[in-house]
């Protein structure tokens, strides 16, 4: 496997195997988080916390972990760093707590932190994997918010909780409920990949034909 | 016994009880470190849900209160008095209790506050809920609370508390969440109902 560089590891995570839209991690989170902004940001600075750190961790402990136990150290590391997250909230951001809720537990169910501890952070050298935890975390928190955008303007007609709209807007409640983020989503998965598609095919062809 | 030489000869990490060792450290660190964290956190953890409580009650009341930790404390020692069934505002008479039900997914509990001769809400708000956020959730919302304020809660059957547009409705449901709507009225009327025929039976005594 080719060295790889921490250039490569942010174009990677945001934009070249985004994991929401392109590898479609996450997605019971970014569906359920996504109808307002203050709560899909609060999520995503989470799970950025959280995947960097279990990915530093399972990196330093990758040359001494057996590799037929290696998924029930993942989820150890991973649920301790949950843990640490909800005390941190709860006695340093008391409100931000609150308005979680449950959400804050969930971040353990998330697909990215464990896809990328098993498919990264086992292979490669702590630093760079912190990276990419980081930067994979960044990539959601991104489509995140702009799936939340959408449906909290539309469905609230606010922008971080600021009215925006004006007065005559008629709320699209179906926005701010479960079906209006499967919309959303599959709005941006699709706007994204033709994006994708039109830029990247003819320079990579090969490539993509090769995996 | 060549082959126990060769066993005896196997370098740590390929000994079949090296996993188990391995996880045994491993979670002892984890369990030691995160029990630290939870109680070096546990007295700021709990002075703030004093603190929230207190919050909450001065709230119901409607007490005027500086919403810095002090400010709170001074407020409620001021303001508040605490009885056995809740807690009275010493100044204007309101009463808050405390209830708490089933919501949605979990339970909500908070505070409930009547004037003094029992005619009429006073405030309502919430301390524990895990409501969906952002739809159930929004039961915390300034706007949901306030129209509690100065219902009248005389009317009777099928209420006190109804949702518009029934008729005799005196409140607002959260659309796109009309269970935890409707479980918020589930809770609150019977012990509406019940606060009012406790109070008429007890009152009875001292005023006729």
Request: hydrophobic share 45%.
């Amino acid at each position: 496997m080719a060295k790889i560089k921490a250039r490569d590891v942010w174009i990677m995570g945001i934009w070249k195997e985004n994991p929401v839209v392109i590898q479609v991690l996450g997605i019971c989170s970014a569906l359920a988080v996504t109808n307002r902004m203050d709560n899909a940001l609060i999520m995503g600075v989470g799970l950025i916390f959280v995947t960097a750190f279990s990915e530093l961790t399972v990196s330093l402990l990758r040359m001494y972990t057996p590799k037929h136990i290696r998924m029930m150290v993942q989820v150890l590391i991973i649920s301790a760093f949950v843990i640490i997250v909800d005390i941190y909230l709860k006695a340093y951001l008391p409100n931000a707590s609150k308005a979680l809720g449950p959400y804050v537990g969930l971040i353990i169910t998330n697909c990215i932190i464990m896809g990328r501890c098993e498919v990264f952070a086992q292979k490669n050298k702590p630093v760079i994997s912190f990276l990419d935890g980081i930067f994979n975390g960044i990539g959601y928190t991104l489509v995140l918010m702009i799936v939340a955008f959408a449906r909290e303007l539309l469905g609230f007609g606010t922008f971080f909780g600021i009215p925006v709209m004006g007065q005559g807007w008629m709320n699209w409640v179906i926005m701010i409920m479960p079906p209006g983020a499967f919309f959303m989503l599959a709005l941006v998965v699709w706007g994204v990949n033709t994006l994708r598609e039109k830029r990247e095919v003819p320079e990579s062809a090969g490539e993509v034909k090769a995996r | 016994m060549t082959e126990e030489k060769k066993a005896a000869k196997r370098p740590l990490h390929e000994t079949y009880y090296y996993p188990v060792i391995f996880m045994v450290l491993l979670t002892v660190v984890f369990i030691s470190v995160l029990a630290y964290l939870n109680d070096s956190t546990r007295e700021i953890i709990e002075t703030a849900g004093e603190i929230n409580e207190k919050e909450s009650i001065l709230y119901v009341l409607g007490i005027d209160y500086d919403s810095s930790i002090e400010g709170i404390q001074s407020a409620y020692e001021e303001g508040v008095k605490e009885e056995s069934f809740g807690f009275v505002a010493k100044e204007s008479g309101i009463e808050a209790l405390f209830f708490s039900g089933s919501g949605l997914w979990g339970d909500i509990e908070g505070f409930i506050s009547v004037s003094g001769d029992m005619k009429t809400l006073e405030g309502l708000t919430f301390t524990k809920q895990s409501e969906t956020p952002g739809l159930g959730g929004r039961i915390e919302e300034m706007w949901f609370k306030e129209q509690f304020r100065g219902v009248e809660i005389d009317s009777g059957e099928g209420g006190p508390l109804v949702y518009r547009p029934e008729p005799g409705g005196n409140v607002d449901a959260i659309s796109g969440a009309t269970s935890t709507s409707n479980a918020v009225l589930k809770i609150l009327n019977p012990f509406i109902r019940e606060m009012l025929d406790e109070s008429r039976g007890g009152g009875s005594n001292g005023q006729d």
